[in-house]
């Protein structure tokens, strides 16, 4: 049967423009085997800690054993959060395969503001 593969690409923001209260992400995950996949997503801001966010399992049915393409989501409200360089990160795990992750940096926050110069 071959051994068993799972890939994560395709990792992209789906709003255009200023990011200001919800970061979309969107992902596809290709997988061979028949097991349970589980997909933990991370951010990161500005270098610092990972902070997990969301999770997507996708279920280990076997109705194409063969090949198996998903299109996923996950959504991090930033309302709250800082601004600066958020790095996102889909970190999928199989009990059949090698992990497999992706990554993609984003800016939150900033372009919209206005300063005052005081002299």
């Known amino acids: 049967m071959g051994s068993k593969t799972i890939t994560v690409s395709n990792l992209l923001i789906t709003e255009p423009g200023e990011i200001g209260a919800f970061l ?11 097991k349970t996949v589980t ?17 997507v ?8 054993p063969f090949r198996r393409d998903y299109v996923n989501y996950a959504q991090l409200d930033v309302r709250k ?6 790095r996102i990160i889909v970190y999928a795990t199989a009990s059949d395969t090698p ?3 992706e990554i993609t940096d984003v800016k939150v ?7 005052i110069k005081l002299e």
């Open 39 to 55: 997909e933990k997503v991370y951010y990161t801001i500005d270098g610092g800690p990972k902070v997990q966010f969301s999770e």
């Open 57 to 64: 399992t996708i279920p280990g049915y076997s109705s194409d």
């Open 99 to 101: 992990d497999a992750s």
């Open 24 to 34: 979309p992400v969107m992902w596809n995950t290709t997988y061979t085997g028949n």
């Open 109 to 115: 926050g900033g372009k919209g503001k206005i300063f």
């Open 81 to 86: 959060l800082p601004q600066g360089g958020y």
